[in-house]
């Protein structure tokens, strides 16, 4: 028989964790509920497909949207050769373990940095050679997303069993044959995942961005973008609510994000599923 002071105890336990569990849903849902009532009224087409004018009294967030697509493209076409090829390196070729252990723990490091360390960086090392731009911006997300990337495809190409690479081997298939045709499409997963992941924490970056990207708005084509000053949405945000006191603008741009962050967190958690069923039925 369980005595009464433990059955008080296992009592205790359960509802403290209903408790933080409800807390914590409760918390979440009232932030979602609350920007999106707050920011859904003030969104307008004209704010979607314009650019600010002071001339005309008029505020729109075109050039900030496209300017977030840009530093995304930009910074996924560098950082995901970087990551995945990092990743293959220390899992399938690297021998010295030693090494290996110390450049994860360096990456585990850098996850761990303060964006503002990152944008003072960045600031130093990119903007002064390449000016305040979008591409100074990029190659400083770079670097903060590359353990994210690594790590994500590093963990998916240890979860492929051993035998698959043994039989490819055994049928003669050299060591980049087997890495290419055998361990990445069933690690496939992770890398998007990573990927995803990734363009989460670019579009709620911002302090990164104040240092390297600057704050114009300006419609540019993407290369000529990539070599000028412009803000993204996170950027932008910041600006209208703490500069120049545009709150209902400042919110309608926190919904957009809003909408995209749980977007991805929904897309990533398909793509692990549906790559799960499909091993599970390979």
Not at 42 to 65: C, F, Q
Not at 197 to 208: D, P
Not at 213 to 234: D, P, R, V, W, Y
Request: with cysteine; proline share 3%.
């Amino acid at each position: 028989m369980i005595s009464t002071k433990r059955r008080i105890y296992h009592h205790l336990v359960r509802f403290g964790m209903y408790l933080a569990t409800g807390l914590t849903a409760g918390l979440t849902l009232f932030l979602v509920l609350y920007v999106l009532f707050k920011g859904i009224p003030n969104i307008t087409w004209e704010l979607l497909s314009t650019k600010p004018s002071y001339l005309a009294d008029r505020i729109g967030i075109l050039p900030d949207i496209l300017n977030t697509i840009y530093i995304i493209i930009a910074t996924l076409a560098i950082v995901l050769p970087l990551g995945v090829g990092a990743a293959i390196y220390l899992t399938e070729y690297a021998s010295n373990k030693k090494v290996v252990s110390i450049i994860e723990y360096a990456a585990e490091t850098l996850s761990g940095i303060p964006s503002i360390i990152y944008g003072l960086v960045g600031m130093l090392m990119f903007a002064n050679n390449f000016g305040t731009s979008l591409l100074s911006g990029a190659l400083t997300l770079v670097i903060m997303n590359l353990p994210t990337i690594m790590r994500n495809t590093q963990e998916s190409l240890k979860t492929v069993p051993q035998s698959y690479r043994e039989g490819a081997f055994g049928l003669g298939a050299g060591k980049w044959r087997v890495i290419r045709t055998v361990v990445l499409p069933n690690c496939l997963d992770g890398v998007i995942t990573g990927c995803i992941l990734s363009v989460g924490r670019i579009l709620g970056e911002s302090a990164a961005l104040l240092f390297t990207a600057g704050f114009a708005h300006n419609i540019n084509g993407f290369f000529e973008g990539l070599g000028g000053s412009g803000a993204t949405l996170t950027v932008a945000l910041y600006v209208y609510a703490k500069e120049q006191g545009e709150f209902g603008v400042a919110f309608a741009i926190a919904a957009i994000l809003m909408v995209l962050a749980l977007a991805i967190n929904m897309s990533a958690s398909l793509v692990t599923k549906y790559f799960g069923r499909k091993n599970n039925i390979v």
